[in-house]
Structures are given as structure tokens and as C-alpha cells.
């Protein structure tokens, strides 16, 4: 069974950094290309950013661009997301979401972790 | 890159069928057949429906189902369910360079 686990969510003061990880379990995780995917609270889904499965490509939405981090670490089957210079904006429940083979969708989620940015 | 438009809500009775529409450009629903479609409860994470416009993964009912017109792609589920309540959001690949994905604004089906 597909699993996927994120992580290191909490409460951040504005300006701090946050080190999300997603454990994933039950398929081949260097094989797949992975995704970040938000929610804001009440709000609709935003993407965040996106990996190949060997780490050597990497795409961010301009809105966490230079200040958000993906990473990957295939021998631990984990996916990171590095968030620094962290604003109110980036409040959200982040999670991490395998990217189907060839079909460029998101076919299992984790259960999300939340980011809440406040003084 | 604005996000796809969806109506805010839609809502049906019991064994009716609904049609949640998904407007975006000639860079993302018109131009990728990469259109798919994630049904949310409240709380919990988003399940994929509907992939590569009309495509769905196994396990999914066949009352779920999709297309795609020009710029415009929509979901219809038929035989609407009490568990159909929830809210919907399509998603498509785009060639803009502020991202890689486009999630469409969110449509929350209500079964009266």
C-alpha cells in the first residue's frame, strides 16, 4: 500500500525556517517524481514545487521561489521541503504528493502537515 | 498565472447528475491533454478522480467521469451520492513560467 507521511509542521514566528519532510513507503520511491502541493486554511490547492526522481530537476512556483527548498534523499525514501524567510502568506496545510508515471497528476497524497506563520 | 475558474458551488439531488465546469488558457486545459480532477472531504487530503481529461484510476466509480472542450474541461458525476458531497478542484499541466501545475478555484458539491 502506497504511503506517504509528512512531517515537522508547527507554529513558525515570520522571517523563521521550517524543514518539512514526506516518508514514503509501499512503492518505489526513486522512481517516481514528487510534488509539494498547499492548502491555505478555507482556501483551494496551490502548488508549490516539483522533483524528478533522481533530484536533477527541479521547478518552484514563484511565489516560494528563493525561498523554499525540495530535496530528496532516495536511499531514505523521504522528500524535503526547506522553507526559509517564512511570511503569514505561507500559512497552509503542505503535502506531499506522488506525481503518476507519464500522466503529469498527483495520484496519492499524504495526509498534510501544518505551517501556521504568526507572531 | 491566475488559477483555473471553477463555479464556487453546485449542488443536486440523489441520482442527479451535475457537470462542474473548469475554464483556463491555451497554456494549460486547451493546450495539455493534463487535465485532472480531486474530490476533498472536509479534513482530509485531496483523491484523484479523473486523469489525462477523461481517464480514471482504478477504483474510482464509473459515475465520475470527464472531458474537455477548447479551454474549458468538466467533470459530471451522474447518479449523484450522499458521499459525493465534498469539494472538487481540477487541475492541469501548464506552459507558464511562474508554474508547473495550475489548480483550478474549487467547487463544493452539495447533495440535497
Known amino acids: 500500500e502506497v504511503q506517504l507521511v509528512e512531517s515537522g509542521g508547527g507554529l513558525v514566528q515570520p522571517g523563521g525556517s521550517l524543514r518539512l519532510s514526506c516518508a514514503a513507503s509501499?512503492?518505489?520511491?526513486?522512481?517516481?517524481?514528487m510534488n509539494w502541493v498547499r492548502q491555505a486554511p478555507g482556501k483551494g490547492l496551490e502548488w508549490v514545487s516539483y522533483i524528478s526522481s533522481s533530484g536533477s530537476t527541479i521547478y518552484y512556483a514563484d511565489s516560494v521561489k528563493g525561498r523554499f527548498t525540495i530535496s530528496r534523499d532516495n536511499a531514505k525514501n523521504s522528500l524535503y521541503l526547506q522553507m526559509n524567510s517564512l511570511r503569514a502568506e505561507d500559512t497552509a496545510v503542505y503535502y506531499c504528493?506522488?506525481?503518476?508515471?507519464?500522466?503529469?497528476?498527483?495520484?496519492?497524497w499524504g495526509q498534510g502537515t501544518l505551517v501556521t506563520v504568526s507572531s | 498565472q491566475s488559477a483555473l475558474t471553477q463555479p464556487a458551488s453546485v449542488s443536486g439531488s440523489p441520482g442527479q447528475s451535475i457537470t462542474i465546469s473548469c475554464t483556463g488558457t491555451s497554456s494549460d486545459v486547451g493546450g495539455y491533454n493534463y487535465v485532472s480532477w480531486y474530490q476533498q472531504h472536509p479534513g482530509k487530503a485531496p483523491k484523484l478522480m479523473i486523469y489525462e481529461v477523461s481517464n480514471r484510476p482504478s477504483g474510482v466509480s464509473n459515475r465520475f467521469s470527464g472531458s474537455k472542450s477548447g479551454n474549458t474541461a468538466s467533470l459530471t458525476i451522474s447518479g449523484l451520492q450522499a458521499e459525493d458531497e465534498a469539494d472538487y478542484y481540477c487541475s492541469s499541466y501548464t506552459s507558464s513560467s511562474t508554474l508547473l501545475y495550475v489548480f483550478g478555484t474549487g467547487t463544493k458539491v452539495t447533495v440535497l
Open positions: 504528493a506522488r506525481e503518476a508515471v507519464t500522466t503529469s497528476n498527483f495520484d496519492y
Open positions: 509501499g512503492f518505489t520511491f526513486s522512481s517516481y517524481e
